[in-house]
T-cell receptor, first 108, second 113 residues
């Protein structure tokens, strides 16, 4: 049974800071890794995904994946108050399993 | 673009009652999911379906039934509502099961009195 854990549970950063969110998973056969963002009272929406080891950048967002250490992360450059939300990592083999969530607050 | 519609937005029922949530998608996606979200925390998979009439259990399936009679719809039944399962239930769909983006509905909030 896949276990997906996120850290930290919550985070407050000042506007303009770099934010780093972490996700660990238990099944080394996992093949799809993604981050979703959920603003308060809204539906989760996909941010970005990665399939193979390494790094992928889209705008202010970067994913790092290290399958050997069962770890991937999301980095947000120049964090904005509009980035304040619940961040969910997701891992998939045959089904998509989500992590425990990290609540990010960016203070102006 | 497509949309996922969940009904009702709020479902109020009594303890022990059987309650049903419905989900419709017009993406023409093969795979549909039901997740439960407690108090703004992570999502836990209840059931998913890879095609019409298929059902696969998630980690949280006990106490729930699901039905996928049409490709576009997926329903979830709480077989005996309990006060400790008041939560938001999220429906999602994707083109296929593996490696594809999930698109979510706005959620249905279950309130048990």
């Amino acid at each position: 049974q896949q276990k997906v854990q996120q850290s930290p549970e919550s985070l407050i950063v000042p506007e303009g800071a770099m934010t780093s969110l972490n996700c660990t998973f238990s099944d080394s056969a996992s093949q799809y890794f993604a981050w979703y963002r959920q603003h308060s009272g809204k539906a989760p929406k996909a941010l970005m995904s990665i399939f193979s080891n390494g790094e992928k950048e889209e705008g202010r967002f970067t994913i790092h994946l290290n399958k050997a250490s069962l770890h991937f992360s999301l980095h947000i450059r120049d964090s904005q108050p509009s980035d304040s939300a619940l961040y969910l990592c997701a891992v998939s083999i045959d089904k998509v399993v989500f992590g425990t969530g990290t609540r990010l607050q960016v203070s102006p | 673009g497509g949309i996922i519609t969940q009904t009702p937005k709020f479902l109020i029922g009594q303890e022990g009652q059987k309650l049903t949530l419905k989900c419709q998608q017009n993406f023409n996606h093969d795979t549909m999911y039901w997740y439960r979200q407690d108090s703004g925390k992570g999502l836990r998979l209840i059931y998913y379906s890879i095609t019409e009439n298929d059902l696969q259990k998630g980690d949280l399936s006990e106490g729930y039934d699901a039905s996928r009679e049409k490709k576009s719809s997926f329903s979830l039944t709480v077989t005996s509502a309990q006060k400790n399962e008041m939560a938001v239930f999220l429906c999602a769909s994707s083109i296929r099961t593996h490696g594809n983006t999930l698109y979510f509905g706005e959620g249905s909030r279950l309130i048990v009195v």
